[in-house]
C-alpha cells in the first residue's frame, strides 16, 4: 500500500524566515507527486505536480523539489498569507488516479 | 464560475438519521471522486466514478451509497449515520487523464 509521510506536523515561521516541508513515500510506480494548500474550511487548492526525480517547479515564495524517494517544498521569504496547511500526494501507475494523501503539515507565518 | 460546488456546507445530524450530500462540477471532467477529511485532517479516497460507472470503492461501509445520475454530478447517500462518521467529505473531479484534480469546498459532517 503506498505510504505518504510528511514532517513536520507544524511550523511556525517568522515573515521572510526561509524554511523546508518534507514528503517522504514509499509507492510502487509513482505516477505524479502533488503539493497542495488548504485553508481552514476550504478545499485543497493545487499548486505543483512533479512526475520525475530532479525535477523543480516554482511559483512565487515556493519551489517543489522531487527525489525518489522524497519531495521538498522550499518556502523563501514566506509572508503572513503563506499560513495554511500543504498536503503531498501521490498518484501511482494504477487506472484509478486516486491519490493518497500524507497528513499535511500547518504553516503558520507570524509577521 | 467553473468550479466543483457541494451542498450542504454543513450538515449536522443524529445518530440513525440517513442524509445526502450532493456534488456537481461544469468542468467537463469525466471523473469525479469523495474524499473524507478526518479530525486529523487525513484525506483519503471513498469513491471514483468515471462518466457515471463505478471505479474505486475502498473499504468504507456499505451505509455510504454514491449515485451518479450523469457525469457532472456524483451524490453520496448515508445510511444510519453513526457518531464515527463525523468528518470533512470532499467532492472533487478530474479530466480522463487523471491530472488536474479541482476540490470542492468540503461539506463537514458532524454527527450527534
Known amino acids: 500500500e503506498d505510504q505518504v509521510t510528511q514532517s513536520p506536523e507544524a511550523l511556525r515561521l517568522q515573515e521572510g524566515e526561509s524554511s523546508s516541508l518534507n514528503c517522504s513515500y514509499t509507492v510502487s510506480g509513482l505516477r505524479g507527486l502533488f503539493w497542495y494548500r488548504q485553508d481552514p474550511g476550504k478545499g485543497p487548492e493545487f499548486l505543483f505536480t512533479l512526475y520525475s526525480a530532479g525535477e523543480e517547479k516554482e511559483k512565487e515564495r515556493l519551489k517543489a523539489t522531487l527525489t525518489k524517494k522524497e519531495s521538498f517544498l522550499h518556502i523563501t521569504a514566506p509572508k503572513p498569507e503563506d499560513s495554511a496547511t500543504y498536503l503531498c500526494?501521490?498518484?501511482?501507475?494504477?487506472?484509478?488516479?486516486?491519490?493518497?494523501f500524507g497528513a499535511g503539515t500547518t504553516v503558520t507565518v507570524r509577521a | 464560475d467553473t468550479a466543483v460546488s457541494q451542498t450542504p456546507k454543513y450538515l449536522v445530524t443524529q445518530m440513525g438519521n440517513d442524509k445526502s450530500i450532493k456534488c456537481e462540477q461544469n468542468l467537463g471532467h469525466d471523473t469525479m471522486y469523495w474524499y473524507k477529511q478526518d479530525s486529523k485532517k487525513f484525506l483519503k479516497i471513498m469513491f471514483s466514478?468515471?462518466?457515471?460507472?463505478?471505479?474505486i470503492n475502498e473499504t468504507v461501509p456499505n451505509r455510504f451509497s454514491p449515485k451518479s445520475p450523469d457525469k457532472a454530478h456524483l451524490n453520496l447517500h448515508i445510511n444510519s449515520l453513526e457518531l464515527g462518521d463525523s468528518a470533512v467529505y470532499f467532492c472533487a473531479s478530474t479530466p480522463s487523464t487523471g491530472v488536474g484534480y479541482t476540490f470542492g469546498s468540503g461539506t463537514r459532517l458532524t454527527v450527534v
Open positions: 500526494a501521490v498518484q501511482t501507475g494504477s487506472n484509478d488516479y486516486k491519490l493518497s
Open positions: 466514478y468515471n462518466n457515471k460507472e463505478l471505479i
